[in-house]
T-cell receptor
Framework: GAVVSQHPSRVICKSGTSVKIECRSLDFQATTMFWYRQFPKKSLMLMATSNEGSKATYEQGVEKDKFLINHASLTLSTLTVTSAHPEDSSFYIC????????????FGQGTRLTVV | DAKTTQPPSMDCAEGRAANLPCNHSTISGNEYVYWYRQIHSQGPQYIIHGLKNNETNEMASLIITEDRKSSTLILPHATLRDTAVYYCIVAGANSKLTFGKGITLSVRP
């Protein structure tokens, strides 16, 4: 299957700082990218959907000013957690999908964020 | 998107077929059935998807009932590495994928 690379895989940051997570589709053009977060022993929760060149659509309850999403090219989307707090510690996962049909979405390996 | 219902867990013996059920009684005509799995602390892995017809690939088979209200993912020869949480998701083409709780499959030696 297609490859989606997420970087970094783990990051520890101090409270109040910002952290950027990158998501790249390596062998296809991703017209749509999705960002999820996952708490321990819970399912994935969709945070936002982004289409290349346009603003992200955030799910209800997700603060768009806190979780900044940029999808500037067909192969790269970034999620920036601004002014991070310990409760932002979580597993963040991106997903990328190409085309406009029933193509499957492929997922990155996830980023474990720990805010201390 | 239509909701799906899966049992919370099941187990099977290594080498045997694992049949994972999923109910999606409110599926609409243009929605696909997708299956993903997640091994601990990794991103989900795509397995298979289908609309109406049964599908098979190198990983699994997907059997969709004629009324499309339920489906079964079949892993023909389960191995220990197939132990994971399996998610059945119903979504329209190019729509967001909403994950439920999934089913935890435990493959025993």
């Amino acid at each position: 299957g297609a490859v989606v690379s997420q970087h970094p895989s783990r990051v520890i940051c101090k409270s109040g700082t910002s952290v950027k997570i990158e998501c790249r589709s390596l062998d296809f053009q991703a017209t749509t990218m999705f960002w999820y977060r996952q708490f321990p022993k819970k399912s994935l929760m969709l945070m936002a959907t982004s289409n290349e060149g346009s603003k992200a659509t955030y799910e209800q309850g997700v603060e768009k000013d806190k979780f900044l999403i940029n999808h500037a090219s067909l192969t790269l989307s970034t999620l920036t957690v601004t002014s991070a707090h310990p409760e932002d510690s979580s597993f963040y996962i991106c997903s990328a999908r190409g085309g406009t049909g029933d193509e499957e979405a492929f997922f990155g390996q996830g980023t474990r964020l720990t805010v201390v | 998107d239509a909701k799906t219902t899966q049992p919370p867990s099941m187990d099977c013996a290594e080498g045997r077929a694992a049949n994972l059920p999923c109910n999606h009684s409110t599926i609409s005509g243009n929605e696909y059935v997708y299956w993903y799995r997640q091994i601990h602390s990794q991103g989900p892995q795509y397995i298979i998807h289908g609309l109406k017809n049964n599908e098979t690939n190198e990983m699994a088979s997907l059997i969709i009932t004629e009324d499309r209200k339920s489906s079964t993912l079949i892993l023909p020869h389960a191995t220990l590495r197939d132990t994971a949480v399996y998610y059945c998701i119903v979504a329209g083409a190019n729509s967001k994928l909403t994950f439920g709780k999934g089913i935890t499959l435990s493959v025993r030696p």
